[in-house]
Every structure is written in structure tokens, then in C-alpha cells.
């Protein structure tokens, strides 16, 4: 099956800097990877997503970069503030039928 | 966006009673819908995978006769755990995807129950 990694495990920067969250999936058929942030006791919000038909994608402050050949997408945060502290998760998934796999989490902290 | 409703948000039992957990789909019909299990600093975990009309899928290490998984309509699935043991306390989360939208659409979730057996 699946199999999501996700670095890093935690991520400190100053407000205003960029953030980067790397992950990797092993199942090649895989072609929906959606990243959410989750805060405290709260379910995961869904932040941006992507298909594997699309390389990149842009909202905001936030990217998603996709790199089928390796395996591997990433989320891009610009801009940091502090509301953007909170644990962010990747997963990976193929067809509207199929659970979503995710990564262990980042938990990002950005101080004023 | 679409909602999906989770109740309770939390519950506290007793050790050996049991709890039954709800997932609703507000504004949409799902005929798959996930259930998750995560423990405090860690990931959700795919417990199984609920199909209406039709019985669960779990996932490998996951007690079916434990963790009950009815999905009676297009938009409600429910979780009961029997027999709860404080190991099973956990924050439980499900997840929906809508039949009527296109391959890969958004996998919406509940806002989770924090179960908590004492």
C-alpha cells in the first residue's frame, strides 16, 4: 500500500521567512496529494491540493510543487505569520474511492 | 464548502460500556466515507473504510468486532466502540468524499471526537 513521509518532524521560523514541507510517496498509481493544517482538538483543514496532472499550484501565500518522476510534492509557505503555526499533514491517494494516506506531520512554529 | 458533522466532539465512558460515534455528510452524498484514528502528536491513522450498504474494509491491526462501522445511508456512517478500554481512548476523526464530484475531489473531514475511557 501508501506509504507518506513527511520532513521535517518540526519547523521554527521567524515571522515573515518562508517555510518549506517536504514529502514523498511510494505508490506510483497515487495521483491526488492534498495538504491540511490541523490545530489543537480541531479536525484537518484542507489548506491546497494537487493533481498529478498540474506541476505546480499557487494560492496566495501558499504552494504546492509536484515531482512525479521522484515521488515527491512539497509545501511552499511565504511570508510566515504566527496564525500559521500549527501542525501541517500531507497525504496522497488515488481515486475518489480511496482513503487518504498521510505523513507523520510537521508541526511549524512562527515567532513574531 | 461541503461539511461533514461529527458527534460527539467528545465523551468520557467507563471502561467495558460502549460509544457510538456519528459522521454526517450536511450537504452531500457520500458513499465512502474513512474513518481515522490519531493519538496525541501524531498522525491520523486509517482505521477503515466505510461503504454504504456494504460491509467495512479495515485496515491491518484493527479489531472489526471492536471498532463497529455501520454506513446505513448515503450520508451517515457510524463508529461504535464496544467493550471500551482506556487504551482505546483517542481522538477519532472521519472523512467523506462526495459521489457526485469528479475523480480526486477534496476529502472533507469531521471536526473528531476526543473519547476518553476511564
Not at chain 1, 36 to 63: F, H, M, T, W
Not at chain 1, 64 to 70: D, I, P, R
Not at chain 2, 65 to 92: M, R
Request: proline letters at 3%; one cysteine or more; aromatic letters at 10%.
Amino acid at each position: 500500500g501508501e506509504n507518506v513521509e513527511q520532513h521535517p518532524s518540526t519547523l521554527s521560523v521567524q515571522e515573515g521567512d518562508s517555510a518549506v514541507i517536504k514529502c514523498t510517496y511510494s505508490d506510483s498509481a497515487s495521483n491526488y496529494f492534498p495538504w491540511y493544517k490541523q490545530e489543537l482538538g480541531k479536525g484537518p483543514q484542507l489548506i491546497i491540493d494537487i493533481r498529478s496532472n498540474v506541476g505546480e499550484k499557487k494560492d496566495q501565500r501558499i504552494a504546492v510543487t509536484l515531482n512525479k518522476t521522484a515521488k515527491h510534492f512539497s509545501l511552499h509557505i511565504t511570508e510566515t505569520q504566527p496564525e500559521d503555526s500549527a501542525v501541517y499533514f500531507c497525504a496522497a491517494s488515488y481515486g475518489a474511492g480511496t482513503a487518504l494516506i498521510f505523513g507523520k506531520g510537521t508541526t511549524l512554529s512562527v515567532s513574531s | 464548502g461541503a461539511v461533514v458533522s461529527q458527534h460527539p466532539s467528545w465523551v468520557i465512558c467507563k471502561s467495558g460500556t460502549s460509544v457510538k460515534i456519528e459522521c454526517r455528510s450536511l450537504d452531500f452524498q457520500a458513499t465512502t466515507m474513512f474513518w481515522y484514528r490519531q493519538f496525541p502528536k501524531q498522525s491520523l491513522m486509517l482505521m477503515a473504510t466505510s461503504n454504504e450498504g456494504s460491509k467495512a474494509t479495515y485496515e491491518q491491526g484493527v479489531e472489526k468486532d471492536k471498532f463497529l462501522i455501520n454506513h446505513a445511508s448515503l450520508t451517515l456512517s457510524t463508529l461504535t466502540v464496544t467493550s471500551a478500554h482506556p487504551e482505546d481512548s483517542s481522538f477519532y476523526i472521519c472523512s467523506a468524499r462526495s459521489i457526485t464530484a469528479a475523480m480526486n475531489t477534496e476529502a472533507f473531514f469531521g471536526q473528531g471526537t476526543r473519547l476518553t475511557v476511564v
